[in-house]
């Protein structure tokens, strides 16, 4: 079992910045794929961003933070980091990191995942 616990949101103004971190216990990282998935009010829990940890940290992101939003991974101590720019309020949410194995589901879909975290939330007012 791994275990995911989030930190870092907070309350910012349109074009500030926040990191998010996601601290793993239970297990090594090291062969997972790390992601980012967010929530807002009334909406589908909906993809941000993957790393694939054992690749040489391979990553994908939505288009709606592509070139904003960047995905990293530090191996020791077990960490995954969402550094968000240029924030806008669309982007207000809650964020969730997830892991999953190496298999076939998706990687860009919440249904892929087998661990979460509890969320935290970022709002970004304009």
């Known amino acids: 079992q791994v275990q995911l616990v989030e930190s870092g949101g907070g309350l910012v103004q349109a074009g500030d910045s926040l990191r998010l971190s996601c601290a793993a216990s239970?297990?090594?990282?090291?062969?997972?794929?790390m992601g980012w998935f967010r929530q807002a009010p009334g909406k589908e829990r909906e993809f941000v961003a993957f790393?694939?940890?054992?690749?040489?940290?391979?990553?994908s992101y939505a288009d709606s933070v592509k070139g904003r939003f960047t995905i990293s991974r530090d191996n020791s101590p077990n960490t995954v980091y969402l550094q968000m720019n240029s924030l806008k309020p669309e982007d207000t949410a809650v964020y969730y990191c997830?892991?999953?194995?190496?298999?076939?589901?998706?990687?860009?879909?919440?249904?892929?995942?087998?661990?979460w975290g509890q969320g935290t939330q970022v709002t970004v007012s304009s």
């Open positions: 997830a892991g999953k194995g190496r298999n076939y589901r998706s990687n860009i879909s919440a249904t892929g995942y087998d661990y």
């Open positions: 239970g297990r090594t990282i090291n062969n997972y794929i």
């Open positions: 790393i694939i940890n054992w690749s040489g940290g391979s990553t």
